[in-house]
């Protein structure tokens, strides 16, 4: 695999990594919480 290769495959795989790891949680704590915050009057 050559250098350029490399930084295609690196480039092509962290802004989905680093979006789900920056995204993902606040998600699926809004959809746990969403029930709780809707039940509460």
């Not at 250098?3 to 680093?18: D, G, K, Q, T, V």
């Amino acid at each position: 695999m050559s250098l350029i290769e490399l930084f295609r495959f690196s480039a092509s795989w962290w802004p989905a990594y680093w979006h789900w790891n920056l995204f993902g949680p606040h998600v699926e704590r809004r959809q746990q919480q969403a029930p709780d915050a809707n039940a509460t009057p």
